[in-house]
């Protein structure tokens, strides 16, 4: 199977870059509970400890984190196969602990694309398809350089409105035919096509002029 982690570093101010550690960190991936229960209390500083906790409530989780060295753990949910709306509700669980570094296991583009506007400091990508990578690094470039404010988790209650939305990046005229320096991602109500279906609109052409800022649907493109 094969694994792919990104890290989410902080750069500056506002701007986070995506970095595949896979290769440069010794890392495990383990279940909490099980961790606890063999009493490693005392966990080699040079792994990087993801751990998952499906299942497990808040209070048993910040139990476990009292009793282990939480410098070299990131907490982890495993939303592998999972359906995205169930996805939605248990990232933003996470997202509301605080002081804990987090993680999440998945196979799926939305769901990592999700886990960078929540700000979560690990991807933990198996299996994916290598343009599916790079879109996750385009993604977490473009949710980054845009001049919004990032969703909060009252925001987050379906899958249009967790997600940000291709927009024209400037004024663009009737029968442009389309290119990925003419565009970019924002959050605007009502959604536009999504980022991850980029790839469907490059090279076609616009049945009507768009302004800078403004969303692209299928029913603006031949």
């Known amino acids: 199977m094969k694994t ?8 500056k101010d506002i701007v986070y870059a995506v970095r595949k550690i896979t290769e440069r960190k010794a890392i495990k991936i383990l279940n909490l509970e099980t961790l606890f229960r063999e009493k490693s209390e005392k966990i080699n500083s040079k792994f990087l400890f993801f751990l998952t906790v499906n299942g497990l ?7 476990y984190l009292k009793k282990l060295n939480p410098t070299n753990l990131v907490i982890s949910l495993n939303l592998k196969d999972t359906e995205f709306s169930s996805s939605i509700h248990q990232l933003c669980w996470l997202k ?3 002081k804990i570094k987090k993680g999440v296991l998945l196979n799926k583009l939305e769901t990592a694309m999700l886990a960078i506007i929540l700000k979560f400091e690990y991807l933990i990508c198996y299996d ?3 343009e599916d990578l790079i879109k996750i690094e385009e993604f977490a470039d473009a949710d980054n350089k845009i001049n919004k404010r990032a969703l909060t988790i009252d925001q987050i209650d379906s899958y ?10 400037k004024d663009l005229k009737k029968n442009k035919l389309l290119t990925k320096q003419d565009l970019t ?9 999504a980022p991850h279906l980029i790839e469907k609109i ?3 052409r616009l049945k009507y002029p768009i ?12």
């Open 4 to 11: 792919d982690i990104y890290e989410i570093k902080k750069k």
């Open 57 to 63: 409530s808040s209070q048993l989780i910040d139990f």
């Open 96 to 98: 509301s602990k605080t």
């Open 128 to 130: 994916m398809k290598d």
């Open 160 to 169: 249009e409105n967790s997600m940000l939305s291709i927009v024209a990046k």
């Open 185 to 193: 991602f924002l959050n605007v109500n009502p959604n536009g096509v």
């Open 202 to 204: 490059l090279g076609l």
């Open 211 to 222: 302004k800078k800022n403004t969303r692209i649907t299928f029913g603006d493109i031949v």
